[in-house]
């Protein structure tokens, strides 16, 4: 097993090498140039993803984590205020409600792994202030339904969309349908950087300039002061990396898809592996982007022991829903979704850099599993 080769979940040197003379140049020209906070290279990056997403407004931030927090912070979220999410996210989420003193309301999913619509007008109380949706691994929240109940009910809407760039659904891509959106560039999401990263976007110009000054410091510029702020700036390096990978984009999440695509053909039907929904035509339904390739099986634990130890690298998220994490104190809550989703997800590699000789390895060890 040792000398057999390794299939990694992502594989950043592969990504990397790929991208060398590009990033080395940035690199070498921010540094010769001592251009490191806030410079052009910044607001090129927020015009260009603009363009990429088709909305006015676009604030590099330092992370995805921070994106959530500036964004319930401009909406004014604070103690008193209850914001309606899921337990199936990555902390992060919960951790932008809490950290503003308001409650989180954790609701369950549907079947497509995201908020369920169906459960969120029972949850609403005269307390609520937002709801944030996640679009977790790559597919679009129903945001048309989630959209119309908030409205309703005078919620504004916070789309986690870390997992969720270039994803599609009615027409309208991930992030850009709520008031704000939020978006990681960390080393694991579709588009990344060579550290912590991540950008906001929105179409209202008032959110638009708060999230700018809330990212720096409070300042409107440097002798007016809008506001206490915070030190939440994308920086230099990041952004001129996120420009040059941004072309390459579409080319990656088409990979993705096909790479998704042709999973769902060859463990179709193989022992009582339940796929995702595979990806189709745009025209015709979701246009999901696989930031994971997501299977559900009741023998998750041994099959994942058999695929690590034929050295494939397997991630699952999450074993322990968040309201079932002791130290995070948000028991009470009963989300049979979630937590049968807990026991028994995980997903394959469906990066971009998988070759598709690699892709055989891990299809030829399901297939293994289910044979003995
Ligand atoms: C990764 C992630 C975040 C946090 O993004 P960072 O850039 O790592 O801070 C938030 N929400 C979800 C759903 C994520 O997957």
Redesign the pocket.
């Known amino acids: 097993m040792s000398d057999e080769k390794k299939v990694p979940y992502v594989d950043l040197p592969a990504h990397y090498a790929g991208m060398r003379q590009e990033i080395l140049d940035i690199l070498d020209r921010m540094h010769a140039q001592g251009r490191f906070i806030l410079r052009g290279e910044v607001a090129e990056f927020e015009t260009a993803m603009g363009g990429y997403l088709g909305v006015p407004h676009v604030v590099g931030v330092n992370?995805?984590?921070?994106?959530?927090f500036l964004a319930l912070h401009a909406l004014g979220v604070g103690p008193g205020d209850e914001v309606i999410t899921v337990a199936h996210?990555?902390v992060?989420?919960v951790a932008a409600i809490v950290h503003h003193g308001a409650t989180p309301v954790l609701i369950d999913i549907g079947a497509d792994h995201n908020l369920d619509p169906a459960r969120l007008e029972a949850a609403i109380t005269p307390r609520t202030k937002a709801v944030i949706p996640?679009h977790?691994n790559g597919r679009m929240c129903d945001m048309a339904a989630i959209l119309a109940i908030a409205r309703r009910h005078g919620l504004k809407v916070v789309e986690?969309t870390?997992?969720g760039l270039g994803a599609k659904r009615d027409g309208r891509m991930a992030g850009t349908v709520g008031d704000i959106g939020?978006f990681?560039?960390?080393p694991?999401?579709n588009l990344s950087v060579g550290g912590?990263?991540?950008f906001i976007t929105t179409r209202d110009p008032a959110l638009d300039a708060t999230l700018r000054c809330l990212r720096n410091h409070g300042q409107r510029s440097k002798d007016d002061l809008a506001c206490f702020g915070f030190n939440s700036r994308l920086d230099n390096i990041h952004a001129a990396v996120a420009l040059a990978k941004l072309p390459h984009l579409p080319r990656w999440l088409e990979r993705r898809r096909a790479l998704a695509s042709r999973y769902s053909e060859a463990l179709a039907g193989v022992g009582d592996l339940c796929l995702s929904a595979r990806p189709r035509p745009e025209t015709d339904g979701p246009y999901d982007v696989f930031s994971s390739y997501v299977i559900t099986s009741g023998v998750r634990d041994a099959l994942v022991a058999h695929l690590r130890a034929s050295g494939i690298e397997i991630f699952i998220h999450w074993q322990v829903p968040l309201h079932r994490q002791p130290g995070l104190r948000l028991g009470g809550c009963s989300l049979p979704n979630t937590e049968a989703l807990s026991r028994n997800v995980f997903s394959l590699p469906v990066q971009p850099e998988l070759s598709d000789q690699d892709q055989s390895v891990v299809i030829d060890a399901v297939r293994a599993f289910f044979r003995k």
Request: overall charge negative; some cysteine.
């Open positions: 992370s995805g984590t921070d994106a959530l996210t990555f992060a989420t996640v977790m986690d870390a997992q939020c990681s560039l960390h694991m999401k912590d990263g991540g």
